[in-house]
Nanobody, 126 residues
Framework: VQLQASGGGSVQAGGSLRLSCVASGRTLSNYAIAWFRQVPGKEREFVAAISRSGARTVYADSVKGRFTISRSNPKNMAYLDMNSLKPEDTALYYC????????????????????WGQGTQVTVSS
């Protein structure tokens, strides 16, 4: 499966953005989906993940209550709605796919995700 993330941009603190991840090559419902982010010079950080059915979601503590991950399997799309953005949310955001079993617990570990998109930059100014 190929993934392409989009929707990044520059916003002021307190603003909102919606990131999208479109899959091609294989049906998105075959994969759990996660968003990660990375700042130059720092390790990649887990942001949020959603199970194949969409029934289970997991969030990093730093974004809980502000970000919402969702998916539309018929559209082969996944989303990350980001609200109340803070300057520390500034990063390159990646979507990733894990070919997990349908009822598997969603993982937050990057090494469990086999497929990665190219990243979309989010910049939040104070």
């Amino acid at each position: 499966v190929q993934l392409q993330a989009s929707g990044g941009g520059s916003v002021q603190a307190g603003g909102s953005l919606r990131l999208s991840c479109v899959a091609s090559g294989r049906t998105l419902s075959n994969y759990a989906i996660a968003w990660f982010r990375q700042v130059p010079g720092k390790e990649r950080e887990f942001v949020a993940a959603i199970s194949r059915s969409g029934a289970r979601t997991v969030y990093a503590d730093s974004v809980k209550g502000r970000f919402t991950i969702s998916r539309s399997n018929p559209k082969n799309m996944a989303y990350l709605d980001m609200n109340s953005l803070k300057p520390e949310d500034t990063a390159l955001y990646y979507c990733a796919a894990d070919p997990a079993p349908w009822m598997a617990v969603v993982t937050t570990k990057g090494e469990e995700y086999d497929y990665w998109g190219q990243g979309t930059q989010v910049t939040v100014s104070s």
